[in-house]
Each structure stands twice: as structure tokens, then as C-alpha cells.
């Protein structure tokens, strides 16, 4: 599978104009959605990259509405086990029991991703709702945009 076609701009040009994706990306993304099969090591090495990706931008958030760097810590490893182990596991489990493509997986699992976390933000840290989302959708397109690379790279499974 081409990983990079799960890369924020083709998900969204393959739900904005699927006709200007290039053929590959148009297969990969209108393929059917399937759950992970991945060994716990390597799961957990994921879920640590992707940590460490959303880390700059929930450690930056986190320092400009007056949180500690234990606070910011504890809020990257709590949203990402509010969030990570539903996108990789649950999500696609569900989305290839209903039929959906891998557009619809990985879009559901992206705006979830964002909303959950938002709201946990704003619900468990106090954060103003606008910060919270900011925060939310800073932290999730990045380690979406670089997982997706890095499982391209073959760096990541």
C-alpha cells in the first residue's frame, strides 16, 4: 500500500475532488478498510512515535494557558490513550465489518481523534475551547502527516 496516500491533503482531496487524486492514490484510498495486524512491541512503538509527534504541539499549548511540563506530559500520554488505541484498533475493526473504504476509516478516525481530544482538553484541563481545538487539530495533523511518511519509509509498520 502507498502510505503516503493516507497523508492529510490526498484524504481530503480524495473526499473534495476524488478525481484529481492520481490513479494509485484513488486505489489505495477507494480499497477496503481493514483492521492492524501488529504485534503488541510493535504497536507500542507506534503509539511512542506518535506521542512524541504530537508532543511540540501540546507541550507549546500547554505552556501558553499555564500548564506545567507534568501537566503537558500527562495530557500527551492521557489523549493518546483516550484516543490512539480506538483509532488503530476499534475504527477499522468496525469500519471493515460495515463495508467502509479506507477514505471513510481514516477520515471518521481523524475527526474523532480531533474531537475527542479537544473535548477531553477543554472537559479535564480547563483549556478555553478555542485553544483546546487548536491545540487538538495541531497535535493529530501532525503525527497523522508523519505517520503516514513514516509508515511509507517503512520506519513505522
Known amino acids: 500500500m502507498n502510505a503516503a496516500c493516507l497523508a492529510p491533503p ?3 482531496l480524495g473526499l473534495a475532488a476524488p478525481d484529481r487524486l492520481d490513479a494509485a492514490c484513488r486505489a489505495v484510498l477507494g480499497g477496503e478498510a481493514g483492521a492492524a495486524d501488529i504485534t503488541f512491541a510493535a ?24 500548564r506545567s511540563r507534568q501537566a503537558a506530559l500527562g495530557q500527551i500520554v492521557g489523549l493518546n490513550l483516550a484516543t490512539h488505541p480506538a483509532v488503530y484498533f476499534a475504527l477499522p475493526t468496525l469500519a471493515e465489518s460495515l463495508g467502509w473504504s479506507l477514505l471513510a476509516q481514516v477520515s471518521v478516525s481523524e475527526i474523532f481523534a ?21 491545540a487538538s487539530a495541531l ?11 513514516l509508515s511509507e519509509s517503512g520506519l513505522l509498520p
Open 10 to 12: 490526498f484524504v481530503v
Open 43 to 66: 504497536y507500542a512503538l507506534v503509539f511512542l512515535v506518535n506521542c512524541l509527534l504530537e508532543a511540540p504541539a501540546y507541550g507549546i499549548s500547554a505552556r501558553i494557558v499555564g
Open 114 to 134: 480531533f474531537a475527542v481530544e479537544a473535548a477531553l482538553l477543554r472537559g479535564i484541563w480547563a483549556y478555553p475551547w478555542r485553544s483546546a481545538a487548536l
Open 139 to 149: 497535535a493529530n495533523l501532525s503525527s497523522w502527516w508523519a505517520g503516514a511518511y
